[in-house]
C-alpha cells in the first residue's frame, strides 16, 4: 500500500489552519495528538442523535450506548491483543491509570518491601509512587540509565531482591524518544514474580502493542495521544490479576447490593470485573471518539504507520545532526520524539521563535524534571511526529531553526 500522506492531512482538518498567515506546523504530538475529520464528526452526532448516560437504565438511548461502549472495549482489547475484553479498564488518562495502579497495589505492600521505577520516568510515573512510599515507607528504588539513555539493566538486576513487588517503567520515553529494553525486564521481574506495568503512552500510537507477547501484567495509555479527544485513558490488567485488583475509587455504578440494617451498613456487593474498577459517570463521548480513532488507525493500518514515521524521524535526524549548534539527547536510535537544545541558548527562546514562525514544539521540563537533572539542563526542546507529519513540515522547522541560528550568532 502507498502510505499517501497529503490523502492523510487532509483527514486532520487543524492541519489546514493558518495563524498570522503561517500554516500550522504541529510538531507536539508527543503531547497531544490532533484529531481526524471522522473522530471530530461522531462526536457532533453522538451528541445531537445518542446522547445518554450508560449502564444505568432501560431506556433505548442508554441501551445504545452501553453496548457501544463493550463494543470499543472489544475493539481496544484487539488493538494490543489483550487475551479478553474484560482486561479492558476505563480510566480519564494516562495519569489516573498510574495512580489507580499506585493506590489500588500498595494495599498489599508493607515497609519492608519495594518498588522500582526508573529515573527517565514521566511524573506521572514517579509522584503516585513517591507519595504513596512516604506514607507506608516502603522503598521506593530508582533505577539508572546507561550512556544512551536506556534502563540500565544490570542496575535493576542490582536493585532486585525478594522484597520487590512492583517495576513500573515507560516503554518509550517521552523525553528521548528511545524504546527500553522492556521483555528483558518483564523476564527477569517473572523469575522472582514481581508485578510489571509499562507506561505506554508514548509507545501506543507508534508501535505495535501486542500485550500477551510482551507479558507484562499492566499497561497503560491515554486515547489522546491516540487521535482521540481527551478524557480516556486505558489500564490493561491481565485477568489473573483482576482479582487481586483493589477498587480504588467506588461510588456509583459498582454496587450489586449493600446490606443495610437500621442505619448501619453492614457490607457491600460490587458487580464484576472490570466494571467494578469504574466508578462515577464514564465520559461516553470520549470513549466513542476512541473507538472511531482506533478504526481510523485501522483503516490506515499501524504497520504503514510505523514504516512512514519510521522515515520522517530518521530524515529529521539526519537534518538535525547536520547543525553543528545542535545537541541531540539520548541514544540516535528513535521511534517519534527528538529532544534536543541549541548550544548557549535557552530553550523558551527557541521556542518562542519557532513559534514565531507557526511552528509548535514542547520546550520545558517535559514533566521529567529527574531527567533533566540527569543531563543538567532545567529545559529542552522537544520535536515530537505523528501519522500526519510531512517532510514539508520537517523542512520548514530545519529552514527557520537555521535562520534562528544565524540570527543568534
Ligand atoms: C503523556 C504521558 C503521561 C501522562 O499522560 P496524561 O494523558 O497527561 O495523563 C504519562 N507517561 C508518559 C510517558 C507520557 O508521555
Not at 540509565?145 to 536493585?159: A, E, P, S, T
Not at 508501535?207 to 507477547?213: A, D, E, T
Not at 520522517?312 to 547536520?322: M, Q, R, S, V
Amino acid at each position: 500500500m502507498i502510505y499517501n500522506i497529503n490523502k492523510i492531512r487532509l483527514d486532520f482538518p487543524i492541519l489546514k489552519k493558518r495563524i498570522n498567515k503561517k500554516r500550522i506546523i504541529y510538531l507536539d504530538n508527543a503531547s497531544t495528538s490532533q484529531k481526524p475529520k471522522i473522530v471530530i464528526k461522531n462526536q457532533t452526532k453522538f451528541y445531537k442523535n445518542y446522547y445518554s448516560s450508560v449502564n444505568r437504565s432501560i431506556y433505548t438511548l442508554s441501551n445504545i450506548n452501553s453496548n457501544k461502549i463493550e463494543e470499543i472495549r472489544i475493539k481496544i482489547s484487539k488493538f494490543i491483543n489483550a487475551k479478553s475484553p474484560e482486561e479492558i479498564i476505563f480510566t480519564n488518562n494516562s495519569t489516573e491509570s498510574l495512580n489507580f495502579l499506585a493506590y489500588s497495589l500498595t494495599k498489599n505492600i508493607n515497609k519492608n518491601d519495594n518498588i522500582i521505577i526508573s529515573i527517565i520516568e514521566h511524573h506521572s510515573n514517579i509522584i503516585p509512587w513517591y507519595l504513596i512510599s512516604k506514607k507506608i515507607n516502603y522503598k521506593l528504588k530508582i533505577i539508572k540509565i546507561n550512556k544512551k539513555g536506556f534502563i540500565n539493566i544490570n542496575d535493576l538486576k542490582k536493585k532486585i531482591n525478594k522484597n520487590t513487588k512492583i517495576i513500573s517503567i515507560t516503554h518509550i520515553s517521552n523525553v528521548l524518544g528511545i524504546k527500553n529494553p522492556i521483555k528483558k525486564i518483564i523476564k527477569i521481574a517473572k523469575k522472582k514474580n514481581i508485578l510489571t506495568i509499562i507506561d505506554g503512552s508514548q509507545a501506543i500510537s507508534h508501535i505495535k502493542i501486542n500485550v500477551q507477547k510482551i507479558n507484562c501484567d499492566f499497561y497503560i495509555f491515554s486515547g489522546h495521544k491516540i487521535y482521540a479527544p481527551t478524557g480516556t485513558g486505558i489500564l490493561y490488567c491481565k485477568k489473573k490479576n483482576l482479582n487481586n485488583l483493589n477498587i480504588w475509587k467506588s461510588g456509583g455504578g459498582i454496587i450489586a447490593n449493600i446490606n443495610i440494617k437500621k442505619y448501619k451498613i453492614n457490607n457491600i456487593q460490587f458487580i464484576n470485573s472490570p466494571w467494578k474498577f469504574e466508578s462515577g459517570t464514564l465520559n461516553i463521548e470520549s470513549i466513542i471518539g476512541l473507538g472511531d480513532a482506533i478504526n481510523y488507525i485501522n483503516k490506515i493500518g499501524i504497520k504503514n504507520i510505523i514504516n512512514y514515521e519510521k522515515k520522517i524521524i530518521k530524515y529529521t535526524l539526519n537534518k538535525l545532526k547536520n547543525i553543528p549548534e545542535i545537541i541531540i539527547y539520548g541514544s540516535k536510535k528513535k521511534i517519534s520524539i527528538i529532544s534536543f537544545n541549541v548550544k548557549n541558548n535557552h530553550c523558551y527562546d527557541i521556542g518562542m521563535l519557532l513559534n514565531q514562525n507557526g511552528i509548535f514544539i514542547r520546550t520545558g521540563n517535559q514533566c521529567a524534571i529527574p531527567t533533566m537533572k540527569l543531563y543538567n539542563i532545567s529545559g529542552i526542546c522537544r520535536l515530537s511526529i505523528a501519522m500526519y507529519t510531512s517532510k514539508k513540515d520537517i523542512n520548514t522547522f530545519i529552514y527557520v531553526l537555521k535562520k534562528i541560528i544565524n540570527l543568534k550568532k
